[in-house]
């Protein structure tokens, strides 16, 4: 803790940069290492000094604290440590604020970093609706914060934004997040889809799948998922879809976009987004209309060969399953089903525990 003092006396925006830079070093290193960032994070005054040169007109200085910032909000702990510490200062230092300043600046060397902070305190369920709260504040806020996801006249040179994508999905774990990607003044959910198969950043491609599945667990919005135009099924089955060939009349069930797909088509590479996929088009299967939509799409085709390239190429025994929960629905008839609504069924406690001990079986096998 004395050296911490020591150290904090180093970081007073007034010192010579020389120490300032030093200082701030030694206590970036210190958040290596979980006994570093918890001493860290019980010293208000440390937390404050690091706020204080997030500011400071000499960029690696600047640059640096905003790191030690990504660091000290990795686990969920200190997300909300800094969060709330931000707040009792005073003047409070406007955490939220100064991320999204940065974010939507498009000449911002430090865009990238503080989307990292807004992407970590976000994650924290607890925080995230308290943030959402702040953003809705400005109504131009979301809005910037989307056209900047998109590079839409937030075009940074000096940042590649791929976390926003997370953002948006940590904000859609509430319903109010949700409400607001469903709701067609920001114009959200048009403007991510392109990027549930962007191939050169596996952070916002996931990020992307993210918002869908937690769209997809809110039967609320399954209209909106399976709409008219079919861009955002087309977007789930794409990084499920192969290069086999299908005959004429399956072709004709799919999406246009899916139709007679190229010899050199691949699939999603990540097992994880595989699942996440295959878990949000369980979610769709909760209701026979969209049971019997998703068979008129194709579903089951595309998932047919799916399972068979799971098998014999990844062999990702976790994606296999969850594939297995769709297709034993889609494969079964409404008659045997006899039931609009799966939500509605009551499993028995014993019945639940059987079923979780059968996965975990398959698992193992």
Known sequence: MELLKELVGFM??????????????????????????????????????????TFDSNATISKDAVLTLINLTAEEDGAKKVFETSKTLHPPFEIIKEAVKHITDVNSELADPWTMVLSNLTRVELLAGQILTELEKDEKTLLNLVKAFSKVDYNNKKAKL?????????????????????????????????????????????????????????????????????????????????????????????PMELQ??????????????????????????????????????GTYEILREYHKWETKVNKDNEALLACENVVDILIRKEEEIGLDNLKDVEVPENMGKQFIEDDEAYLKD
Do not use: W
């Open 162 to 254: 791929h976390y926003l994508a997370p953002i948006f999905c940590n904000l859609t774990q509430t319903s109010r997040g949700r409400e607001i990607v469903c709701n067609s003044k920001y114009d959200l959910l048009r403007r991510i889809i392109p990027f549930a198969s962007y191939e050169d950043s596996i952070v916002r491609r996931g990020g992307t799948l993210g918002i869908l599945k937690n769209i997809c667990f809110d039967p609320v919005y399954h209209h909106v998922i399976l709409n008219d135009n079919d861009d955002i099924l087309y977007c789930l089955l794409y990084p499920l879809a192969g290069p086999e060939e299908f005959t004429d009349e399956e072709n004709e069930k799919f």
């Open 12 to 53: 007073s925006p007034n010192q010579r940069i020389d120490l300032k830079a030093v200082a701030l070093t030694e206590v970036l290193s210190l958040t290596g290492t979980p006994e570093g960032k918890s001493t860290l994070l019980g010293f208000d005054e440390m937390l404050a000094a690091i706020f204080g040169l």
């Open 260 to 297: 007679y797909l190229g010899e050199d088509k691949t699939r999603e590479e990540d097992p994880d987004l595989r699942k996440m996929i295959l878990e949000s088009l369980l979610q769709l299967c909760a209701t026979k209309k969209y049971r019997e939509l998703l068979r008129a799409k």
